[in-house]
């Protein structure tokens, strides 16, 4: 895991999506300024003793905030995720819209309460 995987990621991405998931990178990294950076399954991952607490994936048409699990967004209210689509394992955001820091702060306590770390 490094941190220039992540780099090389987003240097690979048009402006729109390299600066939007800077920001969540960003956002990330004040939240849990401890974890590993890297790349899991070809995608940005945020590690904490091993364990993916929080990443991110650029699509065709929208950003993805990966939390790890497939337990975490189903826990939270419609309310709670701000109007984005959410799947089992996604929360969906348009190319040019970074998510709160608040609600990312909420999705990385409840997957770090899920993994024990």
Excluded: N, W
Excluded at 6 to 16: C, F, I, K, P
Excluded at 88 to 100: E, R, S, T
Excluded at 102 to 111: G, Q, S, T, W
């Amino acid at each position: 895991m490094s941190v220039e995987e992540v780099d090389a990621y987003l240097e690979q991405l048009d402006e729109v999506r390299r600066t939007t998931l800077a920001k969540l990178r960003e956002t990330i990294l004040s939240i849990i300024p401890e974890c590993e950076q890297g790349l899991s399954y070809g995608v940005p991952a945020f590690r904490i003793d091993g364990k993916a607490v929080a990443g991110f994936s650029a699509a065709k048409k929208h950003l993805s905030y990966l939390p790890h699990s497939g337990d975490v967004l189903a826990a939270f209210t419609e309310d709670e995720l701000h109007g984005f689509s959410a799947s089992k394992g996604a929360l969906k955001m348009p190319l040019d819209v970074a998510l709160p820091r608040e609600l990312v702060a909420k999705l990385i306590v409840a997957r770090r309460a899920e993994a024990g770390v």
